[in-house]
Structure formats: C-alpha cells, structure tokens
C-alpha cells in the first residue's frame, strides 16, 4: 500500500500562498486520480480538489481560482498551491490516492497524518 506524506502547512495571514505537498512512497501513476481532502475544526472532513493522471482536475466550489492542485508523476508527487488564502481555509490537509470514474472522485487506502494549515484574519 502506498504511503503519502504531507508537508508544507503552516501559519499564513489572510491573503497569503502556501504550497502543500504530498509525497509517496509509491508510484502514484497506478491512481488514476490523487486528492487532496481538508478537514476543519468540529467540521466533517470534505474534497477540495482532484486531479487525474491525463491532468484534468476539479476543484470544491469555494477554492475554485485561487488552489491549483498538480502531479508530478516522476518524482510520485502530488502538490496544492494554495493563493488568496482566507481564515476558512484553516483545517488540516489530507493528500489521499484515488480512482477516477466519470465525474467521481473515489478515494482508495487511508489517510496519512495530515498538514496544518492556519489563516490569521
């Protein structure tokens, strides 16, 4: 089972960027589809943005413009850029691996430990 790490939160104020990165300890070309999942405080946890092999990605209604999530196949990982960061953006990150059937995100395997990320209004 492949093992995905995620580093690169932190503190930001509003406004700012922060590049989040997920890396595996497999080949992640075998997913169809990887992602990334957030889950704030005393909310349930919710899909901001996927990304297939062919590049074709989709994003949660409220990040659309301001993340890009992208892959890099050879180096097995998976990254979001995250721009115009707002205070409800603030939750813990998940990378997660994923297959891709027709407009569905479906995540397979488990959660790694997740990436902080704050946004101080």
């Known amino acids: 089972q492949v093992q995905l790490v995620e580093s690169g939160g932190g503190l930001v104020q509003a406004g700012g960027s922060l590049r989040l990165s997920c890396a595996a300890s497999g080949r992640i070309s075998s997913f169809t589809a990887m992602g990334w999942y957030r889950q704030a405080p005393e909310k349930q946890r919710e899909l901001v943005a996927w990304?297939?092999?062919?590049?074709?990605?989709s994003y949660v209604d409220s990040v659309k413009g301001r993340f890009t999530i992208s892959r890099d196949n050879a180096k097995n990982t998976v990254y979001l850029q995250m721009n115009s960061l707002k205070s409800e953006d603030t939750a813990v990150y998940y990378c997660?691996?994923?297959?891709?059937?027709?407009?569905?995100?479906?995540?397979?395997?488990?959660w790694g430990q997740g990436t902080q990320v704050t946004v101080s209004s």
């Open positions: 997660t691996a994923g297959q891709y059937t027709p407009g569905v995100y479906v995540r397979v395997g488990g």
């Open positions: 990304v297939r092999n062919d590049g074709v990605t």
